[in-house]
């Protein structure tokens, strides 16, 4: 696809969202499988199926509902993508962060994305949240691969702080003060759709990641090519010693991260109460 194709199918997404808006708010909560409750608790002014919208993909994930939605949690105006796109649903990486492109064109400032992961460090405990520091990209694409895009990004974008720090700090603070306790590590994205093996989880432990999931990365490349301040929090869903290597069950995942999800959801309500309205750095009237 060209330059002046992917443009023009960023631009027509964006006009289809905007004129249905009066405003555009500049955060974004792209919601896994730890804060899917969180939709249901949003003070919704706009939803729009996936499909309704030029160009989006559509999710294959059955615990992934396709929705872009805005309104009030907590306080604060936000967007919210309930569901997301993986590389292993046989997209691309360009294709799994079209969506987040289109929110940058909209004037998003401030990401927060979730995920729920399988844990690496044996000092974590199914259902705890991990504070992403870091990660490692394996998967076998980047989502800036072919042309640059001058206007929406660098050629060689700098990701030596691809996580905020101011805001991985506010986020220590609050788990403080809402007496949640809080992990920190290294995240690994692989390709999935099959889950590791002793040896590879070995590997990955070698290569100093804590834990390990097939989404999220593709997303903060994109986020800091925009310019964008990211924030991402990690459901702990199980751990697995490669030395004591158990079966790992989908169906355990999903629930152990739901069950996560309810602390998680007061954590993210916590954070966004007391985010700085300055760090959002402005909204973007809509032509709605």
Same mark, same amino acid.
């Given at each position: 696809?060209?330059?002046?194709?992917? %443009?023009?199918?960023?631009?027509?997404?964006?006009?289809?969202?905007?004129k249905?808006?009066?405003?555009?708010? *500049?955060?974004?909560?792209?919601?896994?499988?730890g804060?899917?409750?969180?939709?249901?608790?949003?003070?919704k002014e706009?939803?729009?199926?996936?499909?309704?919208?030029?160009?989006?993909?559509?999710?294959?994930? &059955?615990?992934?509902?396709?929705?872009?939605?805005?309104?009030? @949690?907590?306080?604060?105006?936000?967007?919210?993508?309930q569901?997301? @796109?993986?590389?292993?649903?046989?997209?691309?990486?360009?294709?799994?962060?079209f &969506?987040?492109?289109?929110?940058?064109?909209?004037?998003? %400032?401030?990401?927060?994305?979730?995920? *729920?992961?399988?844990? !690496?460090?044996?000092?974590?405990?199914?259902?705890?949240?991990?504070?992403i520091r870091? #990660?490692?990209?394996?998967? &076998?694409?980047?989502?800036?691969?072919?042309?640059?895009?001058?206007?929406?990004?660098p050629?060689? &974008?700098?990701?030596?702080?691809?996580?905020?720090?101011? !805001?991985?700090?506010?986020?220590?603070?609050?788990?403080?003060?809402?007496?949640?306790?809080l992990r920190?590590?290294?995240?690994?994205?692989?390709?999935?759709?099959?889950?590791?093996?002793?040896?590879?989880?070995?590997?990955?432990? !070698?290569?100093?990641?804590? *834990?390990?999931?097939?989404?999220?990365?593709p997303?903060?490349i994109?986020?800091? #090519?925009?310019?964008?301040?990211?924030?991402?929090?990690?459901?702990?869903?199980?751990?697995?010693?490669p030395?004591? @290597?158990?079966p790992?069950?989908?169906?355990?995942?999903?629930?152990?991260?739901?069950? *996560?999800?309810?602390?998680?959801?007061? !954590?993210?309500?916590?954070?966004l %109460?007391?985010?700085?309205?300055?760090?959002? %750095?402005?909204?973007?009237?809509?032509?709605?």
């Amino acid at each position: 696809m060209t330059i002046t194709n992917i %443009k023009q199918r960023i631009e027509e997404a964006t006009n289809f969202i905007e004129k249905q808006v009066p405003f555009c708010p *500049a955060l974004l909560l792209i919601l896994g499988t730890g804060l899917s409750g969180v939709a249901e608790r949003i003070q919704k002014e706009l939803e729009i199926p996936y499909e309704e919208i030029p160009h989006f993909p559509t999710s294959t994930v &059955p615990s992934h509902r396709g929705r872009l939605l805005m309104g009030r @949690f907590a306080g604060r105006y936000i967007w919210a993508f309930q569901g997301r @796109f993986h590389y292993y649903e046989g997209y691309s990486a360009q294709e799994v962060t079209f &969506p987040l492109r289109v929110m940058t064109r909209l004037g998003v %400032k401030t990401l927060i994305i979730s995920n *729920a992961s399988g844990g !690496l460090n044996l000092s974590f405990s199914p259902g705890d949240i991990m504070l992403i520091r870091d #990660h490692i990209n394996l998967i &076998p694409d980047n989502p800036l691969r072919g042309p640059n895009i001058d206007e929406w990004g660098p050629r060689f &974008p700098d990701l030596s702080e691809a996580y905020s720090l101011r !805001l991985r700090e506010l986020m220590k603070e609050v788990a403080r003060e809402e007496g949640i306790e809080l992990r920190e590590g290294v995240y690994v994205a692989v390709a999935g759709p099959s889950l590791e093996t002793p040896a590879e989880t070995r590997m990955l432990r !070698l290569l100093g990641a804590d *834990a390990v999931g097939m989404s999220t990365t593709p997303e903060v490349i994109v986020a800091n #090519h925009a310019g964008l301040e990211v924030l991402g929090l990690s459901v702990i869903a199980n751990v697995n010693d490669p030395d004591n @290597f158990q079966p790992i069950l989908l169906e355990d995942v999903i629930s152990s991260a739901e069950a *996560a999800g309810i602390k998680l959801e007061r !954590l993210v309500a916590a954070f966004l %109460k007391r985010l700085p309205e300055e760090w959002l %750095k402005g909204e973007r009237r809509g032509r709605g």
